[in-house]
């Protein structure tokens, strides 16, 4: 039987495109729904070809990696996307997001966008201090970063360069340009795109679903539906530390084993605080994601 790649999923139908590049408009079998199984966009399937020039999806191959918010599997490289005015670049939104894609197992690459909207602003300088400030900081974590303009096309080659021959996945809230940077990525593509609402300063769901795009070089981009909220529920409380690359290196030093960072003497993370070496903003934004999280558990 033939085998596809699960390219966009909407209203109950799973549109596969094959290996020869052709795409098939598919169902998938009710042994999934049995089995508490639901094919994700990214997925790797063997499907049957149905009389009716459509399909049926007969098998999930299995997949290498899998996220819950955006659904999708099989992404190797997580593109982060914030804007850098309007809305305005928001490092506690970021660092969540990495704790989600730590825990994944993603790679990641942080790219900020709206370049050209950052030197017109009469904030320029302060924004652009912002910005290097931000760079450096998790430059030193060791993940990298790359400031993009759509507009104008500054860091499309080098983004396209990371991308090739990669499955990679843009996540963050709506309206920093994640469908901008795609049809600038895309030559042709044109997916929707709108204006950050002025009364709210943050942008519209331009994207509904999430669809995997084809790159020139056989690589694989998904646009996904923009979000602001994230939470825990599918996290210990002991991995959310783990997920702070930086405290993960560290907590081999700590004096108990199972060091939450926050009130047991003899803590490496607090001692690498208190000598600069691990960010204010870093270890802030941890402690309220371990408050989060409690507070969920009371909730539910």
Request: with cysteine; proline share 3%; aromatic share 8%.
């Amino acid at each position: 039987m033939p085998q596809g790649i699960i390219y966009k999923a909407l209203s109950g139908y799973y549109y596969v495109e094959t290996e020869t590049g052709q795409s098939v408009q598919c169902r998938a079998r009710g042994i999934f729904k049995k089995r508490g199984q639901s094919p994700l966009v990214g997925d790797r399937v063997v499907f049957s070809e149905t009389e009716n020039g459509e399909g049926a999806i007969e098998e999930l191959l299995p997949r290498s990696t899998e996220l819950i918010r955006p659904p999708v599997s099989n992404v190797d490289l997580a593109v982060l996307v914030f804007s850098v005015v309007r809305p305005e670049l928001n490092l506690q939104l970021l660092d969540k997001f990495l704790v989600h894609i730590e825990h994944a197992g993603l790679d990641a690459l942080i790219v900020f966008t709206k370049l050209d909207a950052m030197e017109a602003s009469e904030e320029s300088a302060r924004i652009r201090a912002d910005v290097e400030a931000a760079r450096d900081l998790y430059a030193s974590i060791g993940y990298e970063t790359l400031c993009v303009s759509s507009k104008r096309g500054d860091g499309i080659e080098e983004l396209k360069e990371r991308l090739a021959g990669r499955v990679g996945v843009f996540a963050g809230q709506s309206g920093v340009g994640k469908s901008s940077l795609v049809n600038a990525l895309v030559p042709g593509l044109t997916l929707e795109t709108n204006e950050i609402s002025e009364k709210l300063g943050r942008g519209k769901h331009t994207t509904r679903h999430v669809e995997l795009v084809r790159l020139a070089d056989g690589g694989h981009v998904a646009d996904t539906p923009g979000f602001s909220q994230l939470d825990f529920a599918e996290l210990g409380i002991e991995e959310i530390g783990s997920c702070f690359r930086e405290f993960a290196e560290l907590a081999g030093g700590c004096k108990f084993r199972g060091c939450t960072h926050i009130h047991e003497p003899g803590c490496a993370v607090k001692e690498a605080l208190e000598q600069g070496s691990v960010a204010k903003s870093r270890y802030e934004h941890y402690v309220g994601f371990m408050a989060e999280w409690r507070e969920n558990r009371r909730r539910y």
